[in-house]
């Protein structure tokens, strides 16, 4: 699912496996929220610049330590007139290491108001 939110918390939501779209709108207050919750994950070692996210595509996510395939993932991009920021986690990779970054993330979706996350089939 890809989900945008422009700086006035208006937001969209695109399933890409079923093609159902919709819109949203957060308060002040939510994007507030949203946004200090999200900061922690734009100023990690692991966020890139969006102009290398064609790389990042082709190599696919890093992961150094165990790892569950097709456990799912988030990606968070930060667009404006001074950032073009990624931020990817898979859930998958050394899950015991980042159950807690998971669950954060997991829940920062989770509070948005869209469908839940599909499996893929």
């Not at 890809?2 to 159902?20: E, V």
């Not at 819109?23 to 507030?32: A, D, G, M, V, Y």
């Not at 930060?78 to 807690?100: H, I």
């Not at 669950?103 to 893929?120: G, T």
Request: hydrophobic share 35%; glycine share 10%; net charge positive.
């Amino acid at each position: 699912m890809d989900i945008t939110i422009d700086g006035q918390g208006n937001g969209r939501f695109l399933n890409r496996f079923d093609g159902k779209d919709g819109r949203f709108s957060l308060n002040s207050k939510q994007l507030e929220h949203l946004v200090r919750r999200m900061e922690v994950f734009r100023r990690s070692p692991q966020t890139m610049a969006g102009g290398d996210v064609r790389a990042f595509a082709l190599r696919g996510v890093p992961c150094d330590g165990p790892y569950v395939t097709d456990n799912g993932g988030i990606s968070f991009r930060w667009l404006g007139t001074s950032v073009d920021q990624l931020y990817s986690a898979d859930f998958g990779c050394d899950r015991d290491r980042y159950a807690a970054r998971n669950k954060e993330l997991r829940a920062i979706l989770k509070s948005l108001p869209v469908p839940e996350p599909q499996s893929l089939p």
